[in-house]
T-cell receptor, first 112, second 117 residues
Framework: EDKVVQSPLSLVVHEGDTVTLNCSYE??????LLWYKQEKKAPTFLFML????IEKKSGRLSSILDKKELFSILNITATQTGDSAIYLC????????????FGGGTRVLVKP | GAVVSQHPSRVICKSGTSVKIECRSL??????MFWYRQFPKQSLMLMAT?????????EQGVEKDKFLINHASLTLSTLTVTSAHPEDSSFYIC?????????????FGPGTRLTVT
């Protein structure tokens, strides 16, 4: 059974701080890892990672994958209150439909 | 971009009644739709996968007779919570995948918050 574990469960930072979120996985036939941001409604897509060591960047967010150690990190620099959300990572399985297995999420609260 | 809608966004019903939630792909054909449930402060848990025109595949522990899923067209899937109980109160989210896009790319609906009193 595919497994995705995120850490920490939650963290509180102040505006301007940098946060690093972790996602480790155990997946049969790994193909990709996805990061999502969830505020009050449904998750919004952030990144899809397929190759080790290649950083993906979008503004103040970046992410990298280590396929040897089976983990990914998501970094947020110069945090803003609008970054407060639950961050989810997920991996698609090899079952029909490529269903996603989600980690438990990391709840980030950015205080002014 | 691909848009998925859900209706209703919020519903309150009495214990023992049934509730139907609709999930629509607005600008693409969704060959596969997924239904998730999310309890407060928890992650998304996949309930079932449905392919257009065929029976849904339910995850272990999800009662298929309680959570009826119909995916009758390429743009619409419905989830019916039958004989709802307070413990069914949750945030239900659907996602849809097209047959032509990246196989891992799912577009999420905005979710439906169900409260059973």
């Amino acid at each position: 059974e595919d497994k995705v574990v995120q850490s920490p469960l939650s963290l509180v930072v102040h505006e301007g701080d940098t946060v690093t979120l972790n996602c480790s996985y155990e997946v049969t036939n790994f193909r990709s890892l996805l990061w999502y941001k969830q505020e009050k409604k449904a998750p919004t897509f952030l990144f899809m990672l397929t190759s080790s060591g290649i950083e993906k960047k979008s503004g103040r967010l970046s992410s990298i994958l280590d396929k040897k150690e089976l983990f990914s990190i998501l970094n947020i620099t110069a945090t803003q209150t609008g970054d407060s959300a639950i961050y989810l990572c997920a991996v698609p399985g090899r079952a029909a439909g490529n269903k996603l297995t989600f980690g438990g999420g990391t709840r980030v609260l950015v205080k002014p | 971009g691909a848009v998925v809608s859900q209706h209703p966004s919020r519903v309150i019903c009495k214990s023992g009644t049934s509730v139907k939630i609709e999930c629509r792909s607005l600008d693409f054909q969704a060959t596969t739709m997924f239904w998730y449930r999310q309890f407060p402060k928890q992650s998304l848990m996949l309930m079932a996968t449905s392919n257009e025109g065929s029976k849904a595949t339910y995850e272990q522990g999800v009662e298929k007779d309680k959570f009826l899923i119909n995916h009758a067209s390429l743009t619409l899937s419905t989830l019916t919570v039958t004989s709802a109980h307070p413990e069914d109160s949750s945030f239900y989210i659907c996602s849809a995948r097209s047959g032509t896009g990246d196989p891992y790319e799912q577009y999420f609906g905005p979710g439906t918050r169900l409260t059973v009193t």
